[in-house]
């Protein structure tokens, strides 16, 4: 295993981006103006960079990475951000996001894991 953190709040806004199918997650000591829009989560140590063909579960959900930008992995490392876009496709428009493919859009939950499995 590569990551795993807890999920500890759910900003108001952060479920209406999945509509737009995305997330944006954050360590729980995230910027007060950012938390409203964000997934927050433990503060965990990232192992290894993500990398297409690495996976991530929401809980029992699990996704698989087609793309990571350029900046993904220093954001997710240093502040536990990133954008998860579920679209599936391979290459990303912005440089914090990492793409994900999967059967449908995540159920997110105070207290569920966010794990990301590298392969």
């Known amino acids: 295993m590569s990551y795993k953190a807890t999920v500890t709040g759910i900003g108001e806004m952060a479920v209406h981006l999945l509509e737009g199918r995305m997330l944006i997650v954050f360590n729980e000591n995230a910027p007060e103006e950012l938390k409203d829009y964000s997934i927050l989560h433990t503060i965990e140590n990232l192992e290894d960079d993500v990398v297409p063909g690495d996976t991530i579960a929401f809980g029992d959900q699990v996704y698989s990475v087609t793309a990571v930008g350029d900046e993904a992995n220093f954001t997710l490392r240093s502040m536990g951000h990133c954008t ?10 912005l440089p914090g996001q990492i793409e994900l493919a999967g059967d449908a859009m995540p159920t997110i939950d105070v207290g569920m894991s966010i794990e990301i499995l590298h392969h």
Request: proline content about 0%; overall charge negative; hydrophobic content about 40%.
């Open 84 to 93: 998860l876009c579920f679209n599936g496709a391979t290459a990303t428009e």
